[in-house]
T-cell receptor, first 110, second 116 residues
């Protein structure tokens, strides 16, 4: 079976750092994706982790622990435009479909 | 690259009518996915194709929903007859599947469907 848990909503202040957590139970787990979705728009790819550890891409970093079934997305130097939903998704070995969590809606306030 | 193209962008119809949603994947991609997104249920996979062949349609809600991919550059999702509970945003996504590789999916802009 598959299950993904993320907080439903988070609020953070402009210029701050926020960490969005994701826990998963996925049979045949292969890797974990993070997507960003602004209101009324399509999801866009942010990151993909297969190996344990932290991967950094500018202001955004993503971490994976395969043994703990845990990932987080770290956003630094928050900007107002970072207000969006952040979707955690897993893929499985031998299958090319993704299973998405319900997303975390992040609101950045001045 | 134009990205994934979907049409129409918005559709308002009456209950009982047939609705056809269209998708053109990114050129060179060999996998295509249809999703439905609602506030209550989030993003749900309806069906996906690999090399134009349907692989998993277990997410298709019921027989009123059907999807086809007649060639590598075109797919349709049809709802007949439509019902108010089908109101949602329908996304098409495509990816290139390489053996053992990352399969990032790229999403189209979506079709906002409202069934009255």
């Amino acid at each position: 079976g598959q299950n993904i848990d993320q907080p439903t909503e988070m609020t953070a202040t402009e210029g701050a750092i926020v960490q969005i957590n994701c826990t998963y139970q996925t049979s045949g787990f292969n890797g974990l994706f993070w997507y960003q979705q602004h209101a009324g728009e399509a999801p866009t790819f942010l990151s993909y982790n297969v190996l344990d550890g932290l991967e950094e891409k500018g202001r955004f970093s993503s971490f994976l622990s395969r043994s703990k079934g845990y990932s987080y997305l770290l956003l630094k130097e928050l900007q107002m435009k970072d207000s969006a939903s952040y979707l955690c998704a897993t893929d499985q070995t031998g299958a090319n479909n993704l299973f998405f969590g319900t997303g975390t809606r992040l609101t950045v306030i001045p | 690259d134009a990205g994934v193209i979907q049409s129409p962008r918005h559709e308002v119809t009456e209950m009982g009518q047939e609705v056809t949603l269209r998708c053109k994947p990114i050129s060179g991609h060999n996998s295509l996915f249809w999703y439905r997104q609602t506030m209550m249920r989030g993003l749900e996979l309806l069906i996906y194709f690999n090399n134009n062949v349907p692989i998993d349609d277990s997410g298709m809600p019921e027989d009123r929903f059907s999807a086809k991919m007649p060639n590598a550059s075109f797919s349709t999702l049809k709802i007949q007859p439509s019902e108010p509970r089908d109101s949602a945003v329908y996304f098409c996504a495509s990816s290139f599947q390489a053996s053992g590789g990352e399969e990032t999916q790229y999403f189209g802009p979506g079709t906002r469907l409202l069934v009255l």
